[in-house]
């Protein structure tokens, strides 16, 4: 899957309504919780798959 770094566009905003603010931190919390699809790398370089058990994508919101 080809990524795009050259037209990439992303933006930053403050939540200021607390329940809206509740809402983000989790979701961010269980995204960087994710180690579903994880890989340990090597120091020859190989990626090891990890496959831990959290999956974000099966988390209910």
Do not use: C, I
Not at 6 to 11: A, C, D, K, V
Not at 14 to 39: I, M
């Amino acid at each position: 899957m080809p990524r795009n770094f050259q037209n990439r566009f992303e933006l930053l905003f403050p939540v200021l309504d607390k329940e809206a603010k509740k809402k983000v931190l989790k979701v961010l919390k269980r995204q960087v919780r994710d180690d579903r699809n994880s890989f340990f790398l090597t120091p020859e370089g190989e990626k090891r798959l990890w496959g831990g058990r959290h999956d974000a994508q099966r988390l209910e919101l």
